[in-house]
């Protein structure tokens, strides 16, 4: 009924001839009220169409202003006893006021009940900013002050996050092409270059007694770290190799029985190591195994394993799929790979199902449960949700092998692109610039985002009632 009524009551403006169809108007009467008698739909989010009905409210929409929950709403058309609108964002307490006239002497009329405002998950900067030439510093700082010098920036390389398990306030990074071990902090909201020793690291783990954080770093002598362990209760300052191999992208460690996985980009080798051994009889830096080849040389791809341990996700960044290996339980490693989404050098975007969906240089994932599939009963009740860097969105893929987007590419009306710098709704405004780095925490339901080229750290979550989203 709603879309009906706005076809008829605003998409007719163009007929002059058909006096059944024409709906005259009468412009706003300063000696009379303005009335706000009913509006439709009763509840919604950011977004949301809304019809106010009423009386006196002119025909002239640039001499209407409707505030809802005091926040300022766009107007669309105006008939005289009805108006089309968009709810702003952040409107929480729902009340409706329409304005009319001249601003030093406006009609207001309000609405007897509130409109019903619901929060939506939305996309928020919460860290860094982009200069105009686009070389900003590398810089510990805090995540906003008034003194853009002692704000934390840079951000510029693709980056791989992990929540510490001990505490959720801390987010650990690490960034391709920079020395660096970074905590954000969100006990005191800075960010802190916590080592500067490092080559190219690639990923962060934590062993499932987390006392150790495992980093990959990616060399290219055979002989080079690929991996190594930092100590807890020596505040991560201590370093011991634990393999070393060339070119390793990252490697994770099995959440039930602890054996951690690595893989070279040389021959797209995946490798395990047993750090059940190395902790308790102790291995030598090339006491690993090779289980399996991916495909051919010059794979890069990240490890990321099921909560379960039933499973892992190889996302193969640079020829844009994703695989699965299953577990083997008896034997205490993963079997062969198989294809779940995407195509091997088939780079594109596309929703949908295994192999027809497109990727392009898709980079970190998490593991999210979902209610519904816990209420439903199913067998995995994790979605896995992806930063897919060139098509600048963060994708789902679900049990089924199903692909869909899940934020970013919005804002259309603005320009074309698919990429950008916009915080908003996930999907009608939000744009990213080559996301990377993706973490979840589950306490607050909120994901954070490494957006690459936008030199920012992004935050996806309900709306806050204190939060403050760019405009």
């Not at 009524?5 to 007929?15: E, N, Q, R, T």
């Amino acid at each position: 009924m709603l879309w009906a009524f706005i076809v008829l009551s605003f998409g007719l403006g163009g007929c002059k001839d058909d006096s059944k169809n024409v709906i005259e108007t009468i412009p706003f009467d300063p000696s009379k009220p303005v009335v706000v008698s009913d509006f439709s739909p009763k509840s919604g989010g950011m977004g949301q169409r809304l019809i106010i009905y009423g009386q006196n409210f002119g025909n002239d929409p640039t001499n209407v202003h409707v505030l809802i929950g005091g926040k300022q709403a766009k107007v669309i058309s105006v008939l005289g006893e009805s108006l089309y609108c968009l709810v702003p964002r952040q409107a929480f307490n729902g009340d409706i006021e329409v304005r009319v006239g001249d601003p030093a002497q406006q009609a207001v009329g309000k609405s007897a009940k509130p409109f019903d405002y619901q929060r939506k998950m939305v996309v928020s900067t919460i860290i860094g900013y982009r200069n105009s030439r686009g070389d900003e510093p590398w810089r510990d700082g805090k995540f906003k002050d008034a003194d853009q010098s002692k704000m934390a920036s840079g951000f510029w390389e693709p980056s791989f996050m992990k929540f510490d398990p001990v505490n959720p306030k801390h987010l650990w990074m690490t960034f391709d092409n920079n020395n660096g071990l970074y905590l954000i902090n969100f006990a005191d909201s800075t960010v802190t270059k916590k080592r500067s020793d490092f080559d190219r690291p690639r990923s962060i783990d934590f062993t499932i007694d987390h006392k150790y954080m495992i980093i990959a770093e990616d060399r290219g002598g055979e002989n080079d770290r690929a991996t190594y362990r930092l100590s807890r209760d020596r505040q991560w300052q201590d370093r011991e190799v634990l393999t070393t191999y060339r070119q390793c992208n990252g490697a994770s460690v099995h959440p039930v029985n602890g054996e951690m996985y690595f893989n070279s980009y040389e021959k797209g080798q995946f490798f395990r190591f047993d750090l059940n051994k190395y902790f308790n009889q102790g291995l030598g830096v090339k006491d690993f195994e090779q289980l399996f080849v991916v495909h051919d040389p010059q794979w890069e791809y990240k490890i990321l394993i099921h909560p379960t341990g039933n499973y892992a996700y190889i996302v193969v960044i640079n020829q844009h799929y994703i695989l699965r290996v299953d577990y083997n339980w008896e034997k205490k490693q993963f079997n062969q790979p198989y294809l779940v989404c995407g195509q091997l050098r088939g780079a594109g975007y596309e929703d949908a199902v295994g192999s027809s969906a497109r990727l392009r240089n898709p980079y970190q994932g998490v593991f999210v449960k979902n209610p519904k599939y816990v209420a439903d009963g199913k067998t995995d009740e994790y979605d896995f949700y992806f930063t897919d860097q060139q098509n600048h969105a963060i994708r789902i893929l679900k049990p089924d092998g199903s692909v869909t987007t899940f934020a970013g590419r919005g804002s259309s009306s603005i320009n074309a692109n698919p990429y950008g710098y916009v915080d908003g709704d996930l999907r009608q405004e939000a744009r990213f610039d080559r996301p990377s780095g993706i973490a979840y925490n589950e306490a607050e339901g909120a994901f954070y985002i490494g957006d690459q080229s936008n030199r920012r750290i992004r935050k996806i979550a309900l709306e806050e009632m204190d939060q403050s989203i760019n405009e």
